[in-house]
């Protein structure tokens, strides 16, 4: 991309030279006022002929683009003699533009109409004058229509198509917005760029910000002109109202309103396609993270400017946040439908689940009294088919958030590129597994490959069976560790304690680990869980703990517990397993791992759920000497797994909790989230606890005095309601399970705190 115009300093035009300019090469005799501009130097000129704008452009834009310009400018005036542009006045011999010398160099000079207009207000517009702006660039790019021109095509910095190459520009900014920015970045490269390959293109403005907008001086709600044209560019079509669009929601609390009106109004005017209309909240976030990347990469270049340059990157900066916020798939619905455009056709609820019980069958359940109909996903946002948005407190399997434009890029990169299974050298498998393993102990080196988390436990428990010559495990009292033959009978959560096999005994769950002494009370329990196991002829081979003990009620774990419970496992010969299907990758802050709590190191630990941040993956990792073992006595194969698509969407996972700090940001946020609902439970006596570590939360509910044993459900449902996705847990289940993406920020806390708030009053829980 050429950075010459942007990086070239404007002219230095003395008055006197401007008022020269305007006489010798366009006949125009008056006097010149300096005006602000970006890149050139700008007079108004006022004579007896009326008055005028002069442009002496900037050194680096070539004569022939700014001809183009007027060209342009006089294309669209042919076309619509009411279309609200500057009328350009030719030179003396009557060329659409003219030169000047200023220090040996030639800069191209042009002369416009001055339109008779006020700049709008600071701050939002209303409505009407919103609408006027949209109606206005319309208009504009009905008139430019089939202007053509081969320098429309030229690289230039303000297109927005050309975002990915401002990339490089990251680095200028401030470190506490450059998370967001690069995750529009990558979502550009993801989503909207193939996206723009489906619309139509045209000659556009390509820059109707408020700078070059003008108000009628007797009706401020209506556009006097749009001027400026040096960033007229062959584009998408639908970039010229985004634009638009964007910068009319600087200020608004909720970004939908200025785009509806800004968009319907151009729609009326000059219609939309429904892939236009659901692109423009994508090009209007493209819009503000470009002006971001440019604005503070040019105040570095002119601190003398620096006042003009960065007059917008506040209000860019909160206006992608607040879009990034409410989710660009959610607005696009909304957007559509205020266009009237129907969704896309969608069957009934009754027909939906109708369909899912014929073909899926009666053993999948469905979370909520009134099931969640998902069309996407964004962030930690669902929409819903009838358009309505979600707020994912639940679902930890998008562990960086559903859609990831970086882990989506990936997958779709790899699967064009190959894929393939692990008997074939792919160094790329290799590479990730090796990333894995350095985010663990040392002597956990090697990784075999799965595909799920019920996977990982199954061959957990046949390496600790081949490695040991034993049988017994021990698990926690209301554990889930599966799905598989094996893992299930180690999920009483799910078969009940009276479906234990023989080979399976229990320690203390909740009881325990919500106790005082619960790193002493366990070393008793693992000892008679063993000895029931060898009672029944079963010598143990594996202890095994969720490290954040989901399905026990959720907790943190307790000072010294694995500690003292894997000394008494080892010292009878059996493995230690620590399943963080669950609770790895950062969920429970900087710990980044659920044993890491307790300076433990297990002899192997289970990988899954959040690994592929929704490709299915898993992994087991245990020490050398254990795998050599484990393969003298077992073979180990998996078509699917460890796939060179696995392995690049696990390898953008970890750059992505890496690159945004999410480890870190679950910790702050969860400490947060904690103490919003501490806040709540001074309202309401009935919640009892507030616990976990992390990002993984759980607030226990008294059921017992309130006579609710459907507590759980009850608040689970009355939070689907109010938007909010949570889940419940527990051997009665009356503890709220909170685990949303990561990405989860302050303010989606203070959403999930306010909710419960309401639900609980609501349901008459005090």
Same mark, same amino acid.
């Given at each position: ?50 008055? !005028? ?29 009411t279309v609200p542009i500057p009328r350009p006045r030719r030179t003396i011999d009557r060329r659409p533009t003219g030169a000047v010398d200023i220090g040996g160099v030639d800069h191209a000079v042009q002369l416009v109409s001055l339109v008779d207009g006020t700049a709008f207000p600071p701050g939002p517009l209303p409505p009407t004058a919103r609408r006027a702006i949209g109606a206005a660039v319309a208009h504009i790019d009905l008139a430019l ?65 408020? /700078? ?8 401020? /709600? ?49 219609p939309l396609t429904r892939a236009e209309v659901l692109l423009v909240p994508e090009l209007a976030a493209a819009r503000m993270t470009q002006s971001v990347l440019i604005s503070a990469w040019r105040a570095e270049l002119h601190p003398d400017n620096i006042t003009y340059v960065l007059a917008d990157q506040v209000d860019c900066f909160a206006t992608l946040a607040r879009i990034d916020d409410r989710g660009p798939a959610t607005l696009a619905s ?64 998008? $562990? ?18 190959? *894929? ?41 428990? $046949? ?118 299907? $669950?609770?790895? !990758? ?10 890491? $709590? ?24 245990? *020490? ?81 005095s309130t006579g609710r044993s459907d507590i759980g459900k009850a608040v689970t449902n009355g939070l689907r309601r109010r938007g909010v996705l949570v889940g419940a847990t527990g051997p009665r289940g009356n503890v709220i399970k909170i685990r949303p993406p990561l990405v989860f920020s302050e303010r989606h806390a203070d959403r999930v705190a306010a909710e419960l708030d309401a639900t609980l009053a609501a349901e008459q829980l005090r």
């Amino acid at each position: 991309m050429s950075d010459n115009v942007l990086e070239a300093r404007p002219p230095e035009v003395p008055v006197a030279l401007a008022v020269d300019i305007a006489r010798s090469v366009f006949d125009v005799d008056g006097d010149a006022t300096p005006l602000d501009g970006e890149r050139d130097r700008n007079f108004r000129i006022d004579g007896a002929e009326g008055s !005028f704008v002069l442009k002496v452009g900037n050194p680096a834009d070539p004569a022939d683009v700014v001809e183009m310009q007027v060209l342009a400018m006089e294309h669209a005036i042919r076309a619509d003699p009411t279309v609200p542009i500057p009328r350009p006045r030719r030179t003396i011999d009557r060329r659409p533009t003219g030169a000047v010398d200023i220090g040996g160099v030639d800069h191209a000079v042009q002369l416009v109409s001055l339109v008779d207009g006020t700049a709008f207000p600071p701050g939002p517009l209303p409505p009407t004058a919103r609408r006027a702006i949209g109606a206005a660039v319309a208009h504009i790019d009905l008139a430019l229509a089939g202007f053509i021109h081969p320098l429309a095509h030229r690289k230039i910095a303000w297109d927005v198509t050309r975002l990915p190459e401002l990339r490089p520009r990251l680095d200028h900014i401030p470190a506490e917005h450059r998370t967001l920015v690069e995750r529009w970045l990558d979502r550009f490269d993801a989503v909207i760029a193939p996206a723009l390959e489906l619309v139509g293109a045209s000659t556009i403005h390509g820059d109707v910000n408020p /700078d070059n907008l003008l108000a009628d001086r007797d009706d401020p /709600d209506r556009v006097a002109g749009v001027v400026d044209f040096g960033d007229l560019v062959h584009a998408r079509s639908v970039i010229d109202p985004a634009i638009a669009a964007a910068y009319q929601a600087f200020g608004a609390d909720d970004p939908l309103d200025p785009l509806v009106d800004v968009i319907t109004a151009y729609h009326a005017v000059r219609p939309l396609t429904r892939a236009e209309v659901l692109l423009v909240p994508e090009l209007a976030a493209a819009r503000m993270t470009q002006s971001v990347l440019i604005s503070a990469w040019r105040a570095e270049l002119h601190p003398d400017n620096i006042t003009y340059v960065l007059a917008d990157q506040v209000d860019c900066f909160a206006t992608l946040a607040r879009i990034d916020d409410r989710g660009p798939a959610t607005l696009a619905s909304e957007l559509a439908a205020a266009c009237g455009m129907s969704r896309r056709g969608t069957s009934s609820l009754d027909a939906s689940l109708s369909l899912r019980r014929a073909r899926l069958g009666p053993a999948l359940s469905l979370s909520y009294d009134k099931p969640v109909r998902l069309e996407s996903g964004t962030g930690v946002w669902l929409t819903d088919v009838d358009g309505n948005r979600l707020l994912d407190a639940y679902n930890n399997v998008p $562990q960086v958030g559903h859609a990831h434009p970086r882990v989506t890029t990936a997958l779709a990169a790899q699967a064009r590129r190959l *894929t393939t299974n692990t008997r074939y050298l792919v160094d790329e498998v290799a590479v990730y597994a090796d990333r894995l393993a350095a985010l663990l102990p040392e002597e956990l080196s090697v990784v075999m490959f799965v595909n799920s988390g019920s996977e990982a436990n199954d061959v957990a428990i $046949q390496i600790a069976r081949a490695v040991t010559g034993n049988r017994g495990v021990a698990i926690t009292e209301h554990a889930y560790h599966g799905t598989t033959a094996a893992t299930a009978a180690l999920s009483p959560e799910e078969l009940g304690p009276d479906a234990l096999e023989p080979w399976v005994a229990r320690i203390g769950g909740a009881a325990t680990l919500g106790s005082a002494d619960a790193a002493g009370r366990v070393v008793g329990e693992v000892d008679g869980a063993f000895g029931r196991l060898r009672g029944r002829g079963h010598d143990p081979a594996l202890l095994v703990f969720d490290d954040v003990f989901a399905s026990d009620g959720i907790f943190a774990v307790p000072p010294g517990y694995l500690r003292a419970a894997y000394e008494r496992a080892r010292a009878v010969g059996a493995l230690c397993l620590a399943d963080e299907v $669950q609770a790895g !990758f950062g969920r429970v802050g900087e710990a980044f791992w659920g044993f890491a $709590q307790d300076g433990v190191r297990p002899d192997i630990v289970t990988l899954g759920k959040p690994m592929g941040n929704g490709h299915p993956m898993g992994a087991v990792v245990t *020490t050398p000497e254990i795998a050599v073992q484990f393969a003298e006595r077992w073979h180990f194969f998996s078509t699917f797994a460890g796939s060179p698509v696995a392995a690049a969407v696990g390898t953008a996972v970890l750059d992505v909790i890496e690159r945004e700090r999410l480890a870190e940001q679950a910790e702050r946020v969860g400490a947060y989230l904690r103490a919003r609902l501490e806040e709540v439970a001074v309202s309401h006596s009935v919640i009892t606890n507030v616990r976990g570590p992390g990002l993984f939360i759980g607030v226990e509910l008294d059921h017992e005095s309130t006579g609710r044993s459907d507590i759980g459900k009850a608040v689970t449902n009355g939070l689907r309601r109010r938007g909010v996705l949570v889940g419940a847990t527990g051997p009665r289940g009356n503890v709220i399970k909170i685990r949303p993406p990561l990405v989860f920020s302050e303010r989606h806390a203070d959403r999930v705190a306010a909710e419960l708030d309401a639900t609980l009053a609501a349901e008459q829980l005090r």
